[in-house]
Nanobody, 125 residues
């Protein structure tokens, strides 16, 4: 059974950085496209970033472009999201997601079959 486990969330001040990890078990990461979503209190879950399987092409939401970086290490079966220049509005639970192959619609929740439990990111001041 495919499982995704996020880690690396925590408390950080405005302008700080965090690195989130998503460990994949039950299958090799090389067979999957990966994405990150986030959900703030009282808001809908929104797309953050994705990376394809074939060419590791990356996509970003406009709100995080230039500040966040998505990457993957197939040898470690782990995906990453580097969060820089954090703002209070980045506060949310961050979820990693994956699906076999590459989805046609990269920023839709419905495109991904496997989800982690989420990790909390809180940005103060």
């Amino acid at each position: 059974q495919v499982r995704l486990i996020e880690s690396g969330g925590g408390l950080v001040q405005t302008g700080g950085s965090l690195r989130l990890s998503c460990a994949v078990s039950g299958s090799t990461l090389s067979g999957f496209a990966m994405a990150w979503f986030r959900q703030a209190a009282g808001k809908e879950r929104e797309f953050v970033a994705s990376i394809t399987r074939r060419r590791t092409t990356t996509y970003y939401a406009e709100s995080v472009k230039g500040r966040f970086t998505i990457s993957r290490d197939n040898n470690k079966n782990t995906g990453y999201l580097q969060l820089n220049s954090l703002k209070p509005e980045d506060t949310a639970v961050y979820y990693c997601a994956a699906t076999y192959g590459d989805p046609l619609i990269y920023d839709s929740r419905n495109s991904y079959d496997y989800w982690g439990q989420g990790t909390q990111v809180t940005v103060s001041s």
